[in-house]
């Protein structure tokens, strides 16, 4: 069965500085993707960035990078510069299978993200 | 930006109601899915759907929760009889391929069952 973990219940960090979010995987099927979404106070889901397991460069979206360590199975979350805007929860999902197959997410528990100012 | 659209963003409902739950799903999307989030708990899977029939569904979605895409644009879950432990947000989400990198989530409805 797949299973997502972040262990990181909360998470504090200085406006400007870069955080880390951790998220590990465990999967038996060769073909996975892995997302992340911000989940701000107000409740919508936020699309961040993706990384499929066959590909060879981390994932990068602006302010967002993805430490991408397939051996370890995990995939992190990178904020550079962090922002107050940034404050919320996080989460880590899996697609199992990027070839057909089952087609949900499953997601981790989440890390709540604090910026201070 | 791409937008998956829900409504209603929030509703009450008595338990052992009916309700309707509806999403615009972003127009060349063809993958559907439904996801709920207890308070404070994680996004579950609820069922996906594509070319006019579920494909997958997660054992939360029993008899009771029914989707349907009625014309070509919107994208419902019909809960039939409504229990309080039924009280969640609500999402759907949308995208383009099974295999797709952006899988976009509306805003979700939150549904309180009293």
């Known amino acids: 069965a797949q299973k997502i973990t972040q262990t990181q219940p909360g998470m504090f960090v200085q406006e400007k500085e870069a955080v880390t979010l951790d998220c590990t995987y465990d999967?038996?099927?060769?073909?996975?993707?892995l997302f992340w979404y911000k989940q701000p106070s107000s409740g919508e889901m936020i699309f961040l960035i993706y990384?499929?397991?066959?590909?060879?460069q981390n994932a990068t979206e602006g302010r967002y990078s993805l430490n991408f360590q397939k051996a370890r199975k995990s995939a992190n979350l990178v904020i550079s510069a962090s922002q107050l805007g940034d404050s919320a929860m996080y989460f880590c999902?899996?697609?199992?299978?990027?070839?057909?197959?089952?087609?949900?997410?499953?997601f981790g528990k989440g890390t709540k993200l604090t910026v201070n100012p | 930006e791409p937008e998956v659209t829900q409504t209603p963003s929030h509703q009450v409902t008595q338990m052992g109601q009916e309700v309707i739950l509806r999403c615009v799903p972003i127009?060349?999307?063809?993958?559907f899915y439904w996801y709920r989030q207890i308070l404070g708990q994680k996004v579950e899977f609820l069922v996906s759907?594509?070319?006019?029939?579920?494909?997958?569904k997660s054992e939360i979605f029993d008899d009771q929760f029914s989707v349907e895409r009625p014309d070509g644009s919107n994208f419902t879950l019909k809960i039939r009889s409504t229990k309080l432990e039924d009280s969640a947000m609500y999402f759907c989400?949308?995208?383009?391929?099974?295999?797709?990198?952006?899988?976009?989530f509306g805003e979700g409805s939150w549904l309180t069952v009293v």
């Open positions: 989400a949308s995208t383009q391929t099974v295999s797709g990198n952006t899988i976009y």
């Open positions: 999967t038996s099927d060769p073909s996975y993707g």
């Open positions: 990384q499929g397991s066959y590909d060879q």
């Open positions: 999902a899996m697609r199992a299978s990027d070839q057909g197959g089952s087609e949900k997410l499953v």
């Open positions: 127009s060349n999307h063809l993958y």
């Open positions: 759907f594509y070319n006019n029939e579920i494909s997958e």
